[in-house]
């Protein structure tokens, strides 16, 4: 059942209590614009569902910020007093205070920003076809708030550190090795199954459901806002070096990078 609102880059769908949202750019491999950040925001904050499901539309999971439209953006400087307040990304803030479930069914790549998308849902079921890469030091930059505790917490602070400092892609084997998700599946497997455990979750009192997260989130979450702060103070930092720019420019240009340290 589609929902009726008018989104123009996810697509939002509710199946017996379950709502599911693609994002739907697959021309760009599901690259997010501000656009997409800001309905992904709307759908998660307004949703009624009792469990979400969050996927990306053939043949990527997502493959993280849109280059162009977004790094490009961010690293032209600001005039004097002009740059925006540090805070916690709307859409991360979104996915973690809500108290309705999330499950990522990663159907391809997931770098970048779409490696933080799944590593907010609170379960992530792969698909044979997913890889997972923290690709933002290759770009000059550092991860969002997800992957300096989420990744902590799911595969230890050593392994963590790794995947982050060396920005290595992994498949899907390895992801379930280091327990990054839950369960690899045959990629035409991959909706069904998650419909199927997003189904059972759904069917629960939603109340407890609800206080069940609530009650994960105090025992395990650091202060979002707090980090994000840092988060988007650092990156702020970072969009102005000339290792940035390099970082951008040579994936535009299909080259190797060289980084000075500036």
């Not at 199946?15 to 997010?32: C, Q």
């Amino acid at each position: 059942m589609h929902t009726g609102i008018d989104y123009t880059e996810i697509d939002y769908t509710v199946r017996d209590h379950v709502g599911i949202i693609t994002i739907d750019r697959p021309e760009a491999r599901n690259a997010l614009t501000h656009t997409t950040y800001a309905e992904l925001e709307r759908a998660v904050i307004e949703t009624e569902a009792r469990c979400l499901v969050i996927t990306g539309r053939d043949p990527a999971f997502c493959s993280g910020d849109d280059v162009k439209q977004v790094m490009l953006a961010a690293g032209t400087p600001h005039p004097a007093g002009e740059r925006p307040a540090p805070r916690l990304t709307p859409a991360a803030g979104a996915l973690l205070r809500t108290d309705v479930p999330v499950v990522a069914a990663v159907n391809g790549p997931a770098v970048g920003w779409g490696m933080e998308l799944a590593l907010m849902a609170d379960i992530r079921v792969a698909s044979e076809r997913a890889t997972f890469g923290e690709l933002f030091v290759k770009r000059g930059l550092c991860c969002d708030v997800a992957g300096l505790t989420r990744l902590t917490q799911l595969v230890g602070r050593e392994m963590a550190a790794e995947l982050l400092f060396t920005g290595r892609v992994i498949g899907s084997a390895e992801a379930r090795e280091i327990r990054l998700v839950s369960r690899v599946v045959p990629h035409d497997e991959l909706i069904d199954t998650v419909l199927e455990v997003a189904g059972q979750i759904a069917a629960n009192p939603p109340l407890a459901v609800q206080a069940l997260k609530r009650g994960l989130r105090r025992a395990l979450d650091p202060d979002w806002d707090d980090l994000g702060r840092w988060v988007s103070s650092t990156l702020g930092e970072l969009f102005q070096t000339d290792d940035h720019r390099e970082g951008v420019a040579s994936f535009l240009e299909k080259r190797d990078p060289a980084f000075v340290g500036r």
